[in-house]
């Protein structure tokens, strides 16, 4: 098995009324000209979900879904719990600072203290799929990240 290291680039940190991205001081300067694009695409670690028993997860036998199969492979998945507990989410920074190393954000789905592993530009050739299929039982799901947020994601899962 091949043996891999990440470097944590840095933090998200929540507060009350506050979410943001905290660089570390040797990675500020990957910050500069990234507040032309509009769209950020951060990677971080699970780090909560990072128990050797999670780890082992490939397969889950209980909807987790309300609409979902009973039964589903993890990668079907944007759950945590996974052999590596890598997210991501897509989201539009509401001030970049470069010098301090702060991105001010709207909600992510991540708890104060989670290791953030990388940022890349939202760029849509890239990035963005103008044909794409998922299963009938999402199909009702939002369409776009805007609209997620009124979306009542509460009523659609089941853990």
Known sequence: MT???LKEIGTIMVTDDRMYLQIKAPYRKGLVALQEFSHLVLLYWADQADEPDYRNFVFIDQ?????APEQMGVFATRSAYRPNPI??????PL?????QGIIDL???DAFNGTPLLDIKPYTPSIDRVA???SP???SHWPQTIESSGDFPWEEEFLF
């Open 87 to 92: 997210l991501s989410s897509t989201v539009k």
């Open 136 to 138: 009938d039982w999402c």
């Open 3 to 5: 043996t891999m290291t």
């Open 131 to 133: 044909t794409y299929q």
């Open 63 to 67: 909807q987790v879904y309300r609409h």
């Open 95 to 99: 001030k970049i600072d470069c010098q």
């Open 106 to 108: 709207p909600y992510i």
